[in-house]
């Protein structure tokens, strides 16, 4: 999963403990990955924040789950 915005783009993949961060500004063409960076934690950590909300709120929600007696 990726989220774009003005500035960066963080991208997240399904059963690894890595993904991409770039800032397009300094890196235009995504040659420096700051996943890693120590400096980068909170940015990061806010692009993944945005991105879970994003999600859940494009989240497919029906059909409405059915209650079993």
């Known amino acids: 999963r990726t989220v774009l915005t003005a500035r960066h783009r963080l991208s997240v993949y399904q059963g690894t403990g890595w993904g991409e961060l770039y800032d397009l500004q ?5 040659l ?3 996943w890693d ?3 980068a934690a909170k940015l990061r950590s806010d692009l993944t924040e945005t991105l879970t909300r994003l999600m859940m709120d494009n989240d497919d929600t029906s059909p409405a789950p ?4």
């Open 26 to 30: 300094e890196d235009p063409r995504e």
């Open 32 to 34: 420096h990955n700051l």
């Open 37 to 39: 960076e120590q400096g």
């Open 66 to 69: 059915v209650k079993f007696a």
